[in-house]
């Protein structure tokens, strides 16, 4: 399956847990015929609860409800549970679970987060279903109508019934409820795209294009900012040639300090190009998305090393202008809950700070080696 623009989709934004935890939830109430589920970080709580009470209702109801966990993601989900949804009759899929894993393949991790109900709506983002997503940690969700939908289903399916994946034999199929290709709206041209580590890395390829071309703004947001060299090039680059470069990253409250320092040593050479770098200072922000001139990606992918090299990502792609207005809006609601990195204080941070952005730096280049 081929990355392909569809006409006629309706895509919205929800940002923040009060937003798409409600949406979330409603949807999986609202479920008539099919809810696919794919998530990377499940672990036992009362977010999990929720959802597992909602999945399991659904299924008691009489609709299809298949859940693909990553295995080393979901391991925080506790054995109750897992019963919960198998004797409601949920099925259940696990990907790379251990001892399947090829030689050099254990770095390899389902990430993307989908839901798909009733093949009419989709949800994507970088939200997963463990409690600081409730609101102690701030991400965004898109939501998604119209044909694209219908690309995800066909995603989700690919990796259920591929070798990659684990568990019941059971297969979604849907092909009767698979709906049109046509324009459902008057609305935005959208395409899924996705990667699968170094063997895939459409996502990358796509972003690094919509840099290269860009002509007026260039947002990003990215929790954990390890770029690779070409992406930090390009963005250098576009900032030189008059491009209003703005990043912004997490700031304090990091669930990965070493990644946090890892991503400061590479602001200077950024700053120097006149990229605007700030750092979400009111909460941990998780979420990713980045928005283009006229273009908008949001997703799962986190743009960093990790992501391209070894995980398996899915993004969302719009293009249109509204859209990509309403995406800016949203970021510079983000910047204003943001610190930014002013050059010259920087340019004058204490020696130890730099050591540690060293270490980390050298830290995680290892381990993005790795094979």
Request: proline share 4%; charged share 25%; with cysteine.
């Amino acid at each position: 399956m081929e990355p392909t623009w569809r006409e006629g989709n309706r895509i919205q934004l929800l940002p923040g847990a009060e937003h798409y935890v409600p949406a979330l939830l409603d949807a999986l109430g609202e479920a008539e015929e099919s809810i696919l589920f794919e998530q990377y970080l499940v672990a036992s709580g009362r977010f999990a609860s929720r959802v597992i009470s909602a999945l399991c209702d659904a299924s008691h109801r009489g609709v299809q409800v298949f859940v693909l966990f990553d295995a080393y993601g979901a391991k925080g989900l506790d054995k109750q549970d897992r019963q919960r949804l198998e004797q409601a009759g949920v099925v259940i899929r696990e990907f790379n679970p251990p001892l399947s894993f090829r030689r050099g393949s254990i770095f390899s991790r389902d990430h993307r987060k989908l839901l798909l109900v009733d093949s009419k709506v989709a949800f994507t983002g970088g939200f997963c279903i463990i409690d600081e997503f409730l609101g102690e940690w701030y991400d965004v969700v898109a939501r998604i109508e119209g044909p694209v939908v219908q690309d995800w289903l066909s995603l989700f399916i690919g990796l259920w019934q591929s070798q990659a994946t684990k568990g019941a034999e059971t297969a979604p199929t849907f092909e009767g409820a698979r709906y049109s290709l046509e324009p459902w709206f008057i609305g935005s041209f959208a395409r899924v795209i996705w990667g699968r580590g170094y063997r895939q890395q459409a996502i990358r390829f796509s972003l690094l294009q919509q840099i290269e071309s860009a002509q007026q703004t260039i947002c990003l947001c990215t929790p954990y900012f390890l770029p690779t060299p070409s992406l930090k090039r390009k963005l250098a680059a576009a900032a030189k040639r008059g491009v209003d470069v703005q990043l912004l990253v997490a700031g304090k409250g990091h669930d990965h300090p070493t990644i946090f320092h890892a991503g400061r040593r590479h602001y200077t050479f950024l700053m120097n190009a006149g990229v605007k770098i700030y750092e979400y200072s009111s909460r941990f922000i998780h979420a990713k998305y980045a928005a283009v001139d006229d273009w908008v990606t949001i997703g799962s992918c986190n743009f960093d090393h990790w992501s391209l090299r070894w995980n398996l990502e899915a993004n969302q792609e719009v293009q249109d202008v509204e859209f990509a207005d309403e995406t800016r809006r949203l970021f510079a609601q983000n910047i204003a809950a943001s610190e930014k990195i002013d050059p010259t204080e920087w340019a004058s941070r204490p020696h130890y700070q730099k050591l540690k952005e060293t270490m980390a730096g050298t830290l995680t280049a290892y381990l993005t080696r790795l094979r």
